[in-house]
């Protein structure tokens, strides 16, 4: 209702990089040895209820703010609050971008299974340097340091300094009060090991062995796709097309000077 459009470049890097975080998301690998905690046995359990009515009402109220503050210093004419009209940078759009990015990088950071059923957060080195990766490009473009970056994201420039701290902060808060209060759930309402099912942790020398044999086992399906790949290459495949007709001119022109001789 009150406009809110995108630019083209801002949809795409972000897209990009929310793609990625859902592929993985899906790409994380379980823990070496089972866990003594138990998980829920439903998604309608109170841990996960709370869990996301915490997290829906500090996105609301943040987003809600953020608007609060935009509008004041954002045109009123048709043309911008029009949804399909050309897209223009101003406060409004800048601001909602840059909160909502950084709610849906809360909400991966938040909601990652990782420990003790999955590998956590650190170590899944792929998922954590590309959330470290969207929220350094959010606080860059929310800072303002570096004009021409501004300018390649389609950053409008924020009314005064203090406009931006108060951004920056609400950002930060955002992201650090969905990321607590859902560890704060998780840690509270943690179901208790099950005294029937005996589980042990193995030694750290079984978990490094069980690490690196499964390290050199994806290794080596890189190395062996990398060579199927290479096999299989268009480029390869025209090298041996063009190589088969040079021979074949060459038995054929070797035929015809042994006919005339």
């Given at each position: 209702l009150e406009g809110v459009k995108f630019g083209d470049t801002q949809m795409t890097i972000t897209g990009m990089m929310i793609a990625a975080l859902?592929?993985?998301?899906?790409?994380s690998e379980p823990q070496f040895y089972l866990s003594e905690q138990q998980p829920h046995k439903s998604v309608?359990?109170?841990?996960?209820?709370l869990s996301l009515i915490g997290q829906s009402i500090t996105h609301l109220y943040t987003l809600m703010c953020a608007v609060a503050w935009s509008k004041p210093h954002t045109p009123t004419d048709e043309e911008t609050r029009d949804p399909e009209g050309k897209f223009k940078p101003n406060v409004l759009n800048t601001v909602v971008f840059l909160v909502s990015t950084i709610q849906i990088v809360g909400t991966f950071a938040a909601n990652y299974a990782g420990y003790p059923f999955m590998v956590s957060l650190g170590a899944n080195k792929k998922l954590n340097r590309t959330i470290l990766a969207l929220c350094a490009v959010c606080f860059a473009c929310g800072l303002g340091w570096w004009p021409s970056f501004d300018k390649l994201m389609q950053i409008s420039e924020l009314p005064s300094d203090e406009f931006r701290s108060d951004l920056l902060m609400l950002m930060a808060a955002d992201l650090s009060i969905v990321i607590g209060w859902e560890r704060l759930c998780r840690h509270f309402?943690?179901?208790?090991?099950?005294?029937?099912?005996?589980?042990?942790?193995?030694?750290?020398?079984?978990?490094?062995?069980?690490?690196?044999?499964?390290?050199?086992?994806h290794i080596a399906e890189i190395q062996k796709a990398k060579a199927q790949s290479k096999t299989a290459s268009p480029w390869q495949m025209m090298k041996d097309m063009q190589k088969q007709q040079t021979q074949a001119m060459q038995q054929r022109s070797s035929q015809g000077q042994r006919r005339q001789q």
């Open positions: 859902f592929f993985f998301v899906t790409q309608f359990s109170p841990y996960i209820i309402f943690r179901k208790q090991p099950n005294p029937i099912v005996p589980v042990q942790k193995p030694p750290k020398e079984i978990i490094t062995k069980a690490k690196k044999k499964q390290r050199e086992k």
